[in-house]
């Protein structure tokens, strides 16, 4: 999450933000590989995933891929022999976790490609519609990259890790209405560059779009009260989320002003966007966002897939008309 942003004074201008470069910890911190390695990631050879759920509550898998997915993003576990990513800031750092979500995509049996804007790249997933519906698609994003202070599992692992879980799941259903484009974001510490990149090119191509939503640091729950924070939402999602988050006893709170995170590109290109994270505004967020102790380790974990079965319930409802 950029924890500030200028005022946007034009449409095409780049949002300017506090948060992570290219400067900060050497590259030798963060990627650990054999002597000889060239930070490259082999292709996978695991066989693509089948494990498929009938409803988001019922993906028994949900849990332990999250963990999975952010132990990987954070250094808890090596993304291949020999190579271990702890920091998501610098260009190489950053092309060794791109590489690796590219790698496990393709492993669910998706096809991702790279949208290159020029100074980084955004990795996606597109998901067409299984009807033959020509309907405006849906877009699902979150920011991969991190501060060079620390893993950033928080800030944000855990959105990375929900948009990679919500491609296995989403991948893996049968009927589709709308389209869905899941995005991965590339330099949103750096002024929110790649979701701008993205929502430009969304403009230009002149590309039908029902609605975004962009999901940033949901990793804590510090008093237990499981709620959510939307951010500037939509009226009509905003309502959609509270129909959802209702029947499962999720609070939500909302701050229709903060504008420090991905969604903040498309509200200013007039797309019907919700920023979704834990109550950051809220006086309940994560107490490591930015520092060296955002670890895999202090994520709670159990609140992460909580609100990632409400997300994916949310999403594929809307896909459905």
């Known amino acids: ?23 900060g910890a050497s590259d030798d911190a963060a990627i650990d590989q054999d002597a000889g390695g060239d930070g490259a990631i082999d292709a996978p050879t695991d066989a693509a995933d089948t494990v ?7 993906c028994e898998w949900l849990e332990s891929y999250l963990g999975e997915v952010l132990g990987k993003l954070t250094g808890e576990q090596p993304v291949s022999p020999g190579v271990t990513i702890t920091r998501r800031a610098t260009t190489s750092q950053r092309d060794v976790a791109r590489q690796y979500l590219v790698d ?15 100074s ?10 299984t009807t033959g519906s020509t309907m405006p698609r849906i877009v699902v994003g979150a920011h991969f990259d991190g501060v060079a202070t620390g893993p950033a599992a928080a800030d944000n692992g855990t959105g990375t890790a929900i948009v990679v879980a919500a491609a ?13 484009d899941l995005v991965l974001f590339d330099q949103e510490e750096a002024g929110l560059l790649g979701s701008t990149a993205y929502a430009l090119k969304l403009r230009s191509d002149n590309t039908a779009v029902d609605s975004v939503h962009a999901f940033d640091m949901i990793s804590f729950d510090g008093d237990g009260d499981g709620a959510l924070e939307l951010w500037k939402p939509d009226a009509g999602l905003e309502a959609q989320y509270r129909a959802h988050a209702g029947p499962r006893g999720i609070p939500i709170g909302v701050n229709p002003t903060f504008a420090s995170s ?23 967020s994560n107490p490591h966002y930015h520092r060296a102790t955002d670890t895999f380790a202090n994520v709670h ?21």
């Open 168 to 180: 296995r799941y989403l991948g893996s259903r049968t009927t589709r209405d709308r389209p869905i």
């Open 262 to 284: 991905d969604h903040e590109s498309f509200v200013q290109r007039g797309f019907a966007t919700v920023g979704v994270c834990e109550e950051f505004s809220g006086g309940d």
């Open 301 to 321: 974990l159990a609140y992460t897939t909580r609100m990632t079965r409400l997300l994916l319930a949310i999403i594929e409802d809307r896909s459905i008309d």
């Open 120 to 129: 980084g790249k955004n990795v996606v997933v597109h998901l067409p519609s």
């Open 1 to 23: 999450m950029s924890p500030s942003v200028a005022a946007v004074v034009a449409l095409t201008a780049i949002l300017a933000a506090c948060g992570g470069d290219d400067g």
């Open 104 to 118: 496990e995509l393709t492993r669910l049996g998706l096809a991702p490609a790279l949208h290159d804007y020029g």
């Open 52 to 58: 498929t759920c009938a409803s988001p509550d019922a």
